[in-house]
């Protein structure tokens, strides 16, 4: 034998100690948490009786600003992560010290929200795999150079598989992949509106970066559930989306794969989808080596409201009946927590098909019921009467008169007038997702938020035809989320475009439309010159009317009848929400026997507690963890603190500012004998300060 000597011999030794830390729950190995995607750490040194003593360990500053969502990862002492325009970066996970950084300089513009990488290894070298635009990378975990053997020079087309319709549309995925062997199932998010991209889940191999097996989830004439949708929807050409861009989970002692997938689109109106879209909205279990499919659950029936399933479900074990079943748990923009046996797809409580109103648009029907749990009880409340109109508001009568005269009520479809959507578009639940315990006990917050919707008739061919080439592209494109006036909604987080050419260069507001960035979609099938005249007309160009007669752009009339006129909050007149509190919350459920356990508002607006208001919660994003220490750590509010409660009661044991919103789900880990928690602070969320840091606490 050889003697193994210097710095290849210690090799063998780290990637031993690496398969150590896992087994002992030291790592952090997998988005949150691991394969079940639990939230949960075994480790108690940071514990009810001294997590008041916590202190900031390190922080660690990217330099640049924004959004993070990313629960980041730790193997063996490195911590891997992602900043806010999508660099790819490894530190030190016991002083937050960087060991290297990625992006691609042919990619510097698309970033989208990135929730975290994965990491794989086949016992000699480990990879970084992640996502930059509508890319898959493959990086050397120790340097993160991309790996030359993997995909076109270390990374893959997240296209690859999604048919030949599809090769222009735009893809991206902001959550990471879910691995069995060498085998890694992709998330993706692609367009909402009729130029969608078909979500279909795709397996692509760790190694050589191609594509293994497609599963279709909006099936062919020849695939199961095919009679569920109009004839032509297959073929991606007004119809796609039923995507699951939540992330999955996975039981790898089964091999069995579970994806929570969102709505078709176009969202709002679905005449061209026409039954129960057959596999949107759909927790699927599929056979991880092959993507055959073992059984589904649709969660709702013809979405119109753009109910996608938010989060990956969770894997746990419950006592139920006298014996204790393995069994995933699903929750939802509603507010319902689907509970499933996980091998056989039964549900462990009854679901009743309850009916709900039809749609008065014209070439739309509703589905007549919806799948609603006996248990438990929702998480958030899902209707609004007249004692729910905020008892702080200024404007109580005007709020009033404005629930009055809509449309009100769970399922209930848009439609030309005001509907009052309850949970609002970003739940209920979102992507945070919940926590479980090894007990059965899953905790998760919510937001209370009431959003306004409505839709009106798309613009007609005659009226585009008077306008200028850039504002007709505008009108087409933009004008859903930036607003007729391209003021935006800057409190939800979609900018005002008014004066755009004072902050923001041509070439790179050009780049943004192709590529598309956080909540914005990318238009990748304009030509040039349409993208050229639509920035032409951002930045106030002289444009003449097109007029008859004159070259028709590549900008498409729309092939439906409607259109979305954008996303509202339902608010007082000083921009708190219109209804009673509770505006955010934090639950506890018991899942052996379907009750609450415990329920807090989550979050607090400090010049309300300070006039002597009990704390109300605030909207929040990103969601908890579970330690074994019987805490839950969780950021998520729009305060910008970070705080630990007893997970039994809910009792609140030690809060802290952040340097800017922790809009992300915290990881525990541990190096060198010591327990960190570490959360991404980039704020940015509900019109909060940007950040750029992650920060790391233990005990002193
Ligand atoms: C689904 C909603 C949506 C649609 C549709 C949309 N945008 Fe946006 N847009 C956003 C959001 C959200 C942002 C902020 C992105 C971020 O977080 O950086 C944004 C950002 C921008 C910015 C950068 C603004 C700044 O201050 O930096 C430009 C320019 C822009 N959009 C142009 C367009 C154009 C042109 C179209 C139509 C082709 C369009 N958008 C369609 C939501 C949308």
Redesign the pocket.
């Known amino acids: 034998m050889i003697p193994k000597t210097g710095a290849l011999a210690l090799i063998p030794l780290l990637l031993a100690s690496a398969r150590e830390a896992r087994a002992a729950g030291r790592d952090w190995p997998e988005y949150l948490g691991g394969p079940e995607r639990n939230h949960y750490s075994t480790l108690d040194q940071i514990n009810t009786s001294n997590v008041g003593k916590l202190k900031v360990a390190w922080e660690f500053h990217s330099g640049d600003f924004?959004?993070v969502q990313c629960n980041p990862i730790i193997i063996g002492g490195a911590l891997y992560g992602a900043t806010a325009t999508s660099q790819i970066f490894a530190l030190d996970a016991a002083t937050g010290r960087q060991l290297w950084r990625f992006s691609d300089p042919r990619n510097l513009n698309a970033y989208d929200n990135d929730r975290g990488v994965t990491y794989w290894s086949d016992g000699r070298g480990g990879r970084i795999l992640c996502t930059i635009g509508s890319w898959l990378y493959a990086l050397d975990a120790r340097t993160g150079a991309m790996i030359p053997g993997f995909g076109d020079g270390g990374r893959a087309s997240l296209n690859a598989g999604l048919g030949a319709q599809a090769q222009e549309k735009w893809v991206v995925s902001t959550t990471p992949g879910t691995l069995f062997g060498d085998l890694l199932f992709m998330p993706t998010r692609v367009g909402?509106d009729q130029d969608a991209a078909p979500g279909y889940i795709q397996a692509f191999n760790v190694r050589t970066g191609t594509l293994g097996w497609v599963f279709r989830t909006m099936p062919y004439p020849t695939d199961p559930g095919y009679e569920t949708w109009s004839r032509d929807a297959y073929k991606n050409t007004d119809v796609g989306s039923a995507n699951c861009w939540a992330g999955m989970a996975i039981d790898r002692r089964r091999g069995i794969l579970y994806v929570p997938t969102g709505s078709a689109a176009p969202d709002f109106w679905g005449g061209h989808r026409l039954g129960q879209d057959l596999f949107a909205d759909c927790l699927l279990a599929l056979d991880a080596a092959t993507g055959k499919l073992l059984w589904y659950r649709q969660t709702i029936h013809h979405d119109m409201w753009d109910r996608d399933l938010p989060a990956p479900p969770v894997l746990l074990a419950v006592r139920h009946g006298g014996r204790m079943v393995d069994a995933v748990a699903q929750t939802t923009k509603t507010g319902f927590v689907f509970l499933f046996d996980r091998v056989t797809g039964e549900p462990l409580f009854p679901i009743e098909e309850r009916p709900f109103p039809g749609s008065s648009l014209d070439g739309e029907q509703a589905w007549p019921t919806q799948p609603v749990p006996s248990k438990p009880k929702p998480y958030a409340r899902q209707t609004l009467t007249d004692a729910d109109i905020s008892p702080y508001a200024e404007n109580r009568d005007a709020l009033l008169a404005q629930l009055r005269a809509a449309r009100t009520g769970l399922f209930q479809p848009f439609g030309k007038d005001d509907t009052v959507l309850f949970p609002g578009f970003d739940g209920g639940g979102e992507w945070g997702g919940p926590a479980v315990d090894p007990d059965g006990i899953l905790y998760v917050n919510a937001n209370e938020m009431a959003w306004i919707a409505s839709l009106s008739d798309a613009p007609k061919e005659a009226d585009l035809a008077q306008m200028s080439p850039g504002r007709r592209?505008?009108t087409l494109?933009?004008v859903?989320?930036?607003g007729p006036g391209r003021a935006g909604l800057p409190a939800g987080?979609?900018?005002s475009?008014v004066g755009?050419g004072a902050?923001?260069a041509r070439a790179d507001?050009f780049n943004?439309?192709t590529t598309g960035?956080?909540?914005?979609?990318g238009?990748t099938t304009l030509s040039k010159a349409d993208k050229e005249a639509?920035?032409g007309y951002?930045f106030g160009d002289e444009q003449p009317a097109a007029g008859p007669g004159a070259p028709r752009d590549s900008g498409e009339v729309p092939r439906i009848p409607y259109r979305f006129n954008g996303y509202n909050r339902f608010v007082d007149s000083r921009g708190y929400p219109a209804i009673s509190p509770p505006w955010g919350s934090l639950t506890a459920i018991d899942l052996n026997t379907g009750e609450h356990v415990w329920r807090i508002p989550l979050g607090e607006f400090k010049e309300l507690t300070a006039r002597g208001i009990p704390p109300t919660g605030t909207e929040n994003y990103g969601g908890p963890v579970a330690t074994a220490g019987g805490l839950l750590f969780i950021a998520a509010t729009k305060d910008g603190m970070f705080r630990a409660f007893d997970k039994r009661t809910g009792g609140l044991l030690w809060q802290v500012a952040l340097p800017a919103g922790g809009f992300a789900t915290p990881s525990t880990y541990e190096v060198g004998g010591r327990q960190f928690v570490v959360v991404a602070c980039g704020g940015a969320k509900l019109d909060t300060p940007k950040g750029d840091s992650y920060v790391a606490f233990a005990l002193p």
């Open positions: 924004g959004q909402e592209l505008y494109y933009c859903t989320c930036h987080g979609i900018p475009l755009i902050r923001l507001a943004l439309v960035r956080r909540m914005m979609p238009f639509l920035v951002l």
